[in-house]
């Protein structure tokens, strides 16, 4: 099994800049994809990006040129660098790994952005 733990969240104002971290425990040597997901009030958790065992990383259309989406292997964390924020970015952001166990989430850590 993986256990993470997301850290960093935070209110900020529009434009300002936040990094997101995730570590993980447990069986991380089985991880194979990590994403960051959020979810809005009132709305569905969507995923914001992801990125492979091999590195490949992808994003979503609205956070595209202004998220930047990392992971450290040594330290079995995971990295989501987020700049030129908007309001529409507020949501709780979710920590999500893929592994040979299935699918393990964060608790999640609030993002607000407001001035």
């Known amino acids: 099994q993986v256990r993470l733990v997301e850290s960093g969240g935070g209110l900020v104002q529009p434009g300002e800049s936040l990094r997101l971290s995730c570590a993980a425990s447990?069986?991380?040597?089985?991880?194979?994809?990590m994403n960051w997901y959020r979810q809005a009030p009132g709305k569905q958790r969507e995923l914001v990006a992801s990125?492979?065992?091999?590195?490949?990383?992808n994003y979503a259309d609205s956070v595209k040129g202004r998220f930047t989406i990392s992971r450290d292997n040594a330290k079995n964390t995971l990295y989501l660098q987020m700049n030129s924020l908007k309001p529409e970015d507020t949501a709780v952001y979710y920590c999500?790994?893929?592994?040979?166990?299935?699918?393990?989430w964060g608790q999640g850590t609030q993002v607000t952005v407001s001035s």
């Open positions: 999500n790994v893929l592994s040979i166990y299935g699918s393990s």
């Open positions: 447990g069986s991380t040597n089985s991880i194979y994809t």
């Open positions: 990125i492979t065992s091999g590195g490949s990383t």
